[in-house]
């Protein structure tokens, strides 16, 4: 099996987390967190880019990613 096949068998399993920054999110949400009392956020993608859930802490995006079989990467 090459390389490149097995990347593309892992992409299936892979998410990614990353800060987000509050200014990057709809006000209503901005809003929300800040109640909470949060100033920043981490989201978790898919290896297609699309978002698939936005949490408080970046240990908690590792653990709901993990809980799912999935595999966490941080990108910075």
């Known amino acids: 099996m090459s390389r490149h096949t097995d990347i593309e068998a892992l992409g299936g399993s892979l998410v990614y987390v990353r800060s987000v920054e509050m200014d990057e999110l709809p006000e209503e949400v901005q809003d929300e967190a800040r109640e909470g009392g949060l ?38």
């Open 39 to 76: 100033d920043k956020l981490y989201a978790l993608h898919r290896a297609d880019g699309e978002q698939v859930a936005l949490v408080g802490d970046r240990s908690l995006a590792f653990n709901i990613a993990i809980q799912n079989d999935l595999q966490p990467v941080s990108v910075h």
